[in-house]
């Protein structure tokens, strides 16, 4: 003989203030740890002479070592747009080597932005992506990350 019981019916979780996943600002998935030690954001790309700024000062003066400004100046080289735009950068963490590496992600960004076209020539160069080198965070226990406190056998 068939059971003549109704399935209970599924309820969805009411919204309680105290429940963190029904927060008001609160997007579920979307996790971020810690932000970038070094950052960038250029706040002005216009098609003009190719004047770089850094900081409020040109570029080759910022950075004084050739590396560091073919770095800022490589995705401008790969796109074949050299001296075409006028660019204002604000960095700042990390040491000179990161904000270079900062201002040609941004740099390279803003010209996918302003182009579309230039993406496949630069994603291939590795100019789209973020350098994910973190610090490593310091372990209990230990006085640095890797270091440790000194060994006494007796």
Known sequence: MPSTRTPP???????????SF???????????????????RPHSY??????IQVNG???DEYFKTTNLQNAV???????????QFDVSVNAHGGGPNGQAGAVRLAVARAL???????RPLLKPEGLLTRDPRMKERKKPGQ???RKRF?????
């Open 150 to 154: 000194q060994f006494s056998k007796r």
């Open 73 to 83: 100046l490589q995705p401008f080289e790969v796109a074949k747009v050299v001296n």
């Open 22 to 40: 029904f927060l008001k600002d609160h997007v579920p998935g979307i996790h971020r740890h810690r932000p970038p030690q070094k950052r960038r």
């Open 46 to 51: 216009v098609a003009g002479t190719g004047k």
């Open 57 to 59: 000062r040109p570029f």
């Open 143 to 145: 006085p640095g990350a």
């Open 112 to 118: 996918t932005e302003a182009n579309p076209e230039f």
């Open 9 to 19: 019916k599924t309820r969805l979780p009411s919204p309680r203030s105290s429940d």
